[in-house]
């Protein structure tokens, strides 16, 4: 497959990954009593809410011409939350925080799951085989992606949202020179 199919495949894939990531942040937050990212229209599905030029177009496009599709990593515009807002403030930065990540495994299991229903119709139903052969390289892509996305949101780095979690596993004197 030449580059310009294969991120023909990825975009969309990224698109739907990093959306459902950033959309569950916000979704948790607003479960948690912040109503942040509500209010100034951010918790959508509408993806031009949601593309930064340079992480969502700009990043995945260079590295995926730069390793020949085999480095993929992108985002979204971060969804804003106010921490002070949560009920209970370290239960819901720990909830928000892991939501996206939580999301990115689901769609992953989602993905592993549907390959080989795919797969099983494609094998059956002869006009849709072709269709569905480029459904399930999605599918195998939505694999990959969300766990590189799951293992890079996890880094115990700031921003990222490992380091939400990180900062409650720490002493508090340690927590507070660490975010």
């Not at 310009?4 to 979704?27: N, R, W």
């Not at 479960?31 to 030029?53: E, F, V």
């Not at 569905?132 to 990959?144: E, F, K, P, S, T």
């Not at 490992?162 to 409650?168: A, E, I, L, P």
Request: some cysteine.
């Amino acid at each position: 497959m030449d580059n310009i199919q294969g991120l023909l495949l990825f975009a969309p894939v990224l698109l739907f990954s990093v959306i459902a990531h950033e959309y569950a942040h916000g979704y948790a937050a607003l479960k948690q009593g912040d109503t942040t990212a509500l209010s100034l229209g951010r918790l959508t599905w509408n993806p031009l809410k949601h593309i930064d030029p340079f992480m969502t177009i700009l990043l995945p496009a260079m590295l995926y011409f730069a390793t020949q599709g085999r480095m993929m990593l992108g985002g979204a515009k971060p969804v804003p939350v106010d921490p002070r807002n949560y009920r209970n403030f370290k239960r819901g930065d720990i909830i928000v925080s892991l939501a996206g990540v939580f999301t990115n495994l689901l769609i992953a299991i989602g993905c592993v799951l549907l390959i080989p229903v795919v797969g099983l119709i494609g094998g059956a139903v002869e006009p849709l085989r072709s269709s569905l052969q480029i459904l399930q390289a999605m599918l195998m892509l939505g694999v990959n992606l969300n766990m590189v996305l799951i293992a890079f949101n996890l880094l115990p780095i700031p921003p990222l949202d490992g380091s939400h979690v990180m900062k409650y596993l720490l002493p508090a004197s340690w927590a507070l020179r660490y975010v």
